[in-house]
Each structure stands twice: as structure tokens, then as C-alpha cells.
């Protein structure tokens, strides 16, 4: 199920959607979230948002990265992910768009349940 998540102090939701996932998985407030993704992304001389920057911090705190099999038969979306994983927390990568999943939930400042993700990051 979708849930209005928005833990930007300055209530924007365009841009940090990173920033947001992350703090979902680690409970983090928004500006830990964004020191430590800046400060990864200092290490790998690379924008917080990068992809490889928010992979690596992930994988150094224990997720494991999977692939999503689509096929034109059946696209899985935001919204099924969650339904059918009822248990556990994951970033869903789309390509363009990261989205926190915990608990068959998804958390997001727009119902992003549409979105195909490509692959995902669980602990």
C-alpha cells in the first residue's frame, strides 16, 4: 500500500528521492540521510544521487542488489513488488526513481505504485 512519506524539512519532493528512501531504510532523519550519501559520494568523487554512490553505501551496510525479471508477459510494478513482499525492507531502483519498500508498504511523497522497477537492494 502507498504512504505519503516526506522527511524533507523543507517539504520539497522533487530531486531527493534518494535522500528519501534512505531514510526509510535506516531510519535516519533527512539531513543524516544526506550527509551520508554526500560524504559516499566524496569518497567516490561522485554526485550523492549517483547511482554508484547510493549502491555502495547500501552495500556497505548490508544489502544485497537483485534484478527484477520482466518479461512482456508480466511487468512487475512498485505496487505489486510491495503486495507480494509482505516482509523485509528494499530500495526499488526504476531507472530514474528510488522508492522504499518495508513490510508490503511503500513510502514515497507520490504514489509511485505505477513505476517499473528494474532491479532491488533488500537486507
Do not use: Q
Not at 517539504?11 to 544526506?34: E, H, I, P, Q
Not at 523485509?88 to 504514489?111: E, I, P
Amino acid at each position: 500500500m502507498f504512504i505519503r512519506f516526506n522527511p524533507n524539512p523543507a517539504n520539497k519532493s522533487v530531486g531527493d528521492c534518494t535522500v528519501r528512501a534512505m531514510c526509510k531504510l535506516f531510519n535516519l532523519d533527512w539531513t543524516d540521510a544526506y550527509d551520508d550519501l554526500t560524504n559516499e559520494g566524496r569518497l567516490l568523487f561522485d554526485m550523492p544521487s549517483s547511482n554508484a554512490v547510493w549502491g555502495s553505501y547500501l552495500f556497505m551496510n548490508g544489502y544485497v542488489k537483485s534484478i527484477i525479471l520482466n518479461s512482456p508477459d508480466h511487468i512487475v510494478t512498485v505496487r505489486e513488488f510491495a503486495n507480494t513482499h509482505p516482509a523485509g525492507t528494499y530500495l526499488l531502483a526504476t531507472g530514474t526513481h528510488v522508492v522504499a519498500v518495508r513490510d508490503g508498504d511503500y513510502f514515497d511523497t507520490w504514489d509511485s505504485g505505477d513505476e517499473v522497477p528494474i532491479y532491488y537492494w533488500e537486507r
